[in-house]
Nanobody, 122 residues
Framework: VQLQASGGGLVTAGGSLRLSCGAI????????MGWFRQAPGKERELVAG????????KYDDSVKGRFLITGDRSKNTVDLRMDSLKPEDSAVYYC????????????????WGQGTQVTVSS
């Protein structure tokens, strides 16, 4: 584990949370960073990604307009602002970085942090 995520918690539907992630060990140059989530019984999915070279962002359709990813390339940090949260957003959220490939497609992420639980009550 080379990334540290924080900011998860319990929130009621319609509420907001902010997740933060930073490197806790030396991380090689990153080309992008992002957030994944995994709910019980489901596959891990890319929620949002940020590519450093041109600032391109990528969001899962289910979170577009509600989530915002921002980051600092020089510090290898990335935040995820989550608004209008829904119960279906409940999951363990993982931050990740792409260090080998110059992109933010899901398979390009090769450095991971531990998960942080987000629970949205109805």
């Amino acid at each position: 584990v080379q990334l540290q995520a924080s900011g998860g918690g319990l929130v009621t539907a319609g509420g907001s949370l902010r997740l933060s992630c930073g490197a806790i060990a030396r991380v090689f140059r990153t080309h992008g960073m992002g957030w994944f989530r995994q709910a019980p019984g489901k596959e891990r999915e890319l929620v949002a990604g940020l590519r450093w070279n041109d600032g391109t962002t990528k969001y899962d359709d289910s979170v577009k307009g509600r989530f915002l990813i921002t980051g600092d390339r020089s510090k290898n940090t990335v935040d995820l602002r989550m608004d209008s949260l829904k119960p279906e957003d409940s999951a363990v959220y993982y931050c990740a970085a792409s260090t080998t490939y110059r992109g933010i497609l899901p398979w390009m992420f090769d450095v991971w942090g531990q998960g942080t639980q987000v629970t949205v009550s109805s």
